[in-house]
Structure formats: C-alpha cells, structure tokens
C-alpha cells in the first residue's frame, strides 16, 4: 500500500496542488493507516467466520439482530472515529482524502465484506446528502452519519425491478406539513434493519403523484427508522419496517431486507423527478465501494493462499525433492500452484494501484486548484467506474475460487475459510449494477456517448508513458504489450462504434468482453508504471522491487494473453445470439 501511495502515485506532492490537503504529509498517512490496519486484523477480521456461522436473525415485527459481535466491533468503529475520517470538517469529519477512506476501506473488506458494508452504505448516503441535501437536512443527517451514531442505506430495487428503475412503483404523496407519505415494498436492501445504530437514514426513491413515466419521474426521499425530533435527537417510530431478511448464499453477517413502507414520512431530496441524478452519488460511490470489496477479497485470498501453498506437503517436484529431509514437497515447488498464486497477486496489486488512482482522481475533481484537472479528474472517474466494479469483482471471484483450488479438499471445508471468500465475492458481480449492466454503461454511455473522448483523454496517458518509456531496452517487455492493447482498444472500438450505429444489439452482444479488454488495458498501463518504478530501486536489494518485477512479468506472459480472447469475442457480434430463433431455447 505505500508503495502504491508514495513511490508510485507520490500522494503527498499531489496533495500540494489541493489546497485543503496541502499539510497533509506521508507520515500522517501512514500512522493513520497503520492503525487502520490494527483495528481491522484485531477487531473485524476474528468476526469474519463467526458472523458467517451465525448470520442475521430476524426476530419479528421489523427487528433483527447482527451476529455475536458485529455491535461491539461497530461501537469500537464510531469511537474510534473511523466514520469520520474522510468526512467534511464542517459536519464533524476529519477532513483526509478520499484515497485514505479508499485504503482504509480495502483493509476492511479483506477483514470482513459483510460488517464492512454496514459503515460504507453510510458513507454513501453521507455523499449524496451532502451534495444534494438542504441546509436543513444537511444540519440534522450529517453528524450523526459522520460520527456514525446513525447509519444509512439506498433503496431502489422492488420486486418487479433490479436495474430497471424506471418501472418502480413506490408512491410519494405529499403531507400538509411538507413531507411526503410513502407507499411500497424495497427488497435486497443492504443493512436495511439492525441493531448496530440507534437510527437508520433511508434513502428511498419513489414517484410523486402525476410524475412522468419512466426514470424522469423518480423522486428521492430522507425516510429514517426513526423521525429526528426538534432537537435532531431520535423521536417517534416511522412506518418504514424490515418484513424479513434474504437467506443468501454468502455475506450472511449483513442483513438484507425487505423493507415495507405504510405512509412512512419521508423528505424530498433535491428536485422533484430528478432523484436519480441525486441517487448516482450513492450508487457511483457504492460501484466502487463493490470494487473495493473484490480488491479486498482477492488480497485476503491470497495471503491465506501463499501460507498454505507454503506448509501442505504434497508429492515432489518435478525437477527433483526441494525439502528432502520431509516426506513430501511444500505444493508451492508445483508450477500450477504458482501460476494460481501469482494469478491472485497480479490481479490485487494492479487493482490496488488502479483504485488507489481513481481515488486520487476524486480528490482533484473534488479539491485540486486547476479547473482543467478537476475536469479531467471526473471524466476518468466517470470513464472507469464500471471497469473498477466490474473488472476487480471478476477478478476476485477467480482469485477466490483459485484460493479454494490451492487448498484442495480442505478449500470445500467451511472451517478453513476459502469457501466462505468464493460465496461473499459472488454477490459483488451481481449487485449495484450487475457487471453485465457495468459493461453496457462502460462501452454505451461513457464511450460511445461522447464519440470516445474520455477514452481517448485516457488513452492520452498510456501514449505519453509508453512515448516516455518506450526508447529505454530494460522497458521493452513492458512497454511493446502496452501500447499492442492500447492500439487494440483504439481499433476494437471505432470497428464496435461503426457496427453499432447500423445495429444497437452490437452494444449489448460485444460489451461483456470489451470490458474485460478494457480492464487489461488499465492493469498493462499500471504493471508498466510500478515495473518503471521496481526498476528504478533494482539497485536497493529490497527483494520487494524483485518480486513486483516478476510479477508484472508473469502477468503480461499469463494475464494480458486473455484479450486475445475478448477481442475475438466482442468482434463476432450479434449475429450468433440474436439470429437464434427463440423457439429453439
């Protein structure tokens, strides 16, 4: 983590470019990030198995309780004041960059996914109400959500519509007092009920009376657990209640509810019919949150991964006994073995050094003091997003089930663990936007939108690296199949625009693998920059630098090979699936 911070970002020379971080120095970080880490290996991660044993209850009548546990840990969170960290001063935050909030959250995932997403929905709904919300609102929801006193959640999906909100049904009517009163059912509401928090903010769309069809007529709405009194301290009972919870195949420590609105007041966030353009603060913040968890999983998969490979004797090598004085061979000798630990190292290092980026990117959209960055900074958090969810949660899941494979037999055996990562990294393909729909969004709306013109501004940087890099031999390896796949995006992309505008399914048929294609081309970009960087400290003797050399070798002659596939594939088109008669399925 700090070589992703210091060597390879150099976080703190960035921050002297934005004002409001400009003190903050590499030393604070990593204090801050060092007790991070003790309070996730000390206090979360021993919860980790426990809470997947035990799971939520519900105990009827809207009540339900968190495994053995999980309230402690959350107490010790708020006091500690972890909520706060990268919160807005002025509501009682601590004011650091989002980066810092980003690694922290990685920590936390690896530690425990389902606990974890308890405080990161909060911070969530701490974003949108804090770009959106009235004074008012602002006043009486952010210091509780920023000490953590109260937690939030987004409720969107109903169970006639996932992704397609445009056809939710939820009604807002308005009250005499200027409140709404709101009617329907939310379903796989992420942290929906608990007994962690003494109130629970949430954010619920809904259509006013007489509002458009369609996503042009969603309205967002404050609906808390319990109505904040005059003095902004818990007051009377809402009708917004848990029915029951979902009996789900991993994150079984986090409850996901049904939650059914009877009349349950409710306040207008931002402008009528326009609560999805406030909503997609939430849901971009909880699209790389998700990413964050598979980030967290693949690197938590891998250490437990590499400690097996290294103690479970099986068989010899091939090329003659390595332990001779025991009675078998650690499996680590096993080529195989290798190529799924050094799969799983690959894929966490260049996603840290990917999201660790995109954060950065956020706090110069946010903070830094040239409008032409801010600028820039938002179209590549915007361009790739739906890469960082979709791509990092792939990923993961791989990583998981490689974890499972090295352990063999004892990987199927709940009491090692493995299995456990395999079934909470599954949900994070599927939910805020399944990777399908992250796909559609990447290739559809963020390239072909704007004719190319944030790819092509991204593109600009792998360009100038490999121009920079390209004349120096000790980068030839790294340099050539990154500016290959750059030159393949670039063509994949004008062949998938031209076909499209004769035939739209093109989109849909070819989104899928491009994304994948994509995803390489940002991890090829990433593995040349930290091999610039390995090679520049060859000389130190750190075995680290050693390692990330080889491991950005392994992942161009292992890894980057799989667009040979995703490009053949998004090339091939509609035809293969659109042509084939329903009646034939």
């Given at each position: ?63 339900v ?5 999980f ?11 972890w ?72 409720c ?9 909100l ?25 942290s ?110 891998y ?23 025991k ?98 990294a ?61 030159e ?8 998938i625009?031209?076909?499209a ?18 995803g ?36 161009f002659?292992?890894?980057l ?25």
């Open positions: 983590m700090q070589f992703v911070l210091h060597e390879l970002l150099n976080v703190e020379a960035e921050l002297k470019s934005m004002p409001k971080h400009a003190d903050l120095d590499a030393d604070t970080i990593n204090q801050v990030l060092e007790e991070a880490g003790k309070f996730c290996s000390e206090v979360v991660f021993p919860l980790n198995q426990s809470g997947d044993r035990e799971g939520c209850t519900y105990e009827g009548n809207g009540v309780k968190t495994p053995a546990g309230r402690q840990a959350y107490r010790q969170y708020i006091e500690a004041g909520p706060a960290l990268g919160c807005d001063p002025e509501f009682g935050g601590q004011g650091l960059p989002a980066f810092v909030n980003n690694a922290l959250y990685e920590m936390l995932n690896s530690a425990n996914q389902a606990w974890t997403m308890y405080p990161g929905l909060s911070h969530g709904a701490y974003e949108c109400l804090h770009e959106h919300g009235t004074p008012e609102q602002k006043s009486t929801y952010l210091p509780k959500l920023v000490s953590g006193e109260w937690t939030g959640t987004m969107l999906t109903e169970p006639h519509c996932g992704t397609d445009g056809i939710l049904r939820t009604k807002a009517e308005p009250n005499p007092d200027g409140s709404f009163a709101l009617t329907g059912m939310k379903i796989f509401i992420s929906g009920e608990h007994d962690m928090a003494e109130n629970i903010v949430h954010l619920v769309l809904a259509r006013l009376p007489g509002a458009p069809m369609g996503t042009k007529g969603i309205s967002l709405f404050i609906v808390p657990k319990f109505v904040p009194d005059s003095n902004g301290a818990v007051g009377e009972r809402n009708t917004i209640k848990c029915g029951s919870i979902e009996h789900k195949m991993g994150i079984h420590g986090n409850a996901t509810c049904v939650m059914n609105l009877d009349g349950a007041r409710g306040w207008l966030v931002g402008e009528a019919n326009k609560g999805l353009n406030a909503m997609f603060v939430m849901m971009n913040a909880a699209r790389l949150g998700v990413g964050m968890q598979g980030l967290g999983l693949t690197e938590v998969a250490q437990n991964s590499l400690v097996y490979a290294k103690e479970r004797l099986q068989m010899r090598a091939l090329t003659g006994p390595k332990a001779p004085e009675a078998a061979d650690p499996i680590i000798v096993h080529p195989d073995v290798r190529r799924m630990l050094l799969t799983q190292k690959a894929y966490a290092e260049a996603g840290r050094a990917f999201t660790y980026w995109a954060a950065l990117n956020i706090d110069k959209e946010l903070s830094h003091a040239d409008e032409a960055t801010r600028r820039e900074a938002a179209d590549f958090v915007a361009l790739l997003t739906p890469v960082i969810k979709a791509f990092l949660t792939d990923n993961a899941f791989e990583g998981t089930n490689l974890a499972m494979q090295i352990y063999g037999g004892h990987g199927f055996i709940s009491e090692w663990g493995m299995e456990q990562y395999v079934r909470d599954r949900i994070n393909m599927i939910y805020e936007g399944t990777n399908s729909i992250q796909a559609l969004d990447l290739l559809g709306r963020k390239i072909l939108g704007d004719m190319g013109a944030k790819l092509k501004r991204f593109g600009k940087l792998v360009s100038d690296f490999v121009e920079q890099e390209g004349v120096k031999p000790e980068m030839q390896e790294f340099i050539n199949p990154l500016a290959d796949i750059g393949k995006v670039q063509k994949l992309t004008m062949e625009g031209m076909k505008m004769q035939n739209p399914d093109e989109v849909g048929a070819a989104a899928v693998p491009y994304l994948r294609t994509v390489h081309l940002v991890f090829s970009y990433f593995w040349a920059r930290m091999a610039r960087v390995a090679l520049d400290r060859a000389d130190s003797g750190d075995a680290f630098y050693t390692a990330k050399l080889a491991t950005a070798r392994f992942y002659a292992r890894l090979p799989e667009t040979a596939a995703t490009i053949r594939a998004a090339r091939a088109g509609a035809k293969p699936m659109m042509d084939y008669d329903e009646a034939l399925f």
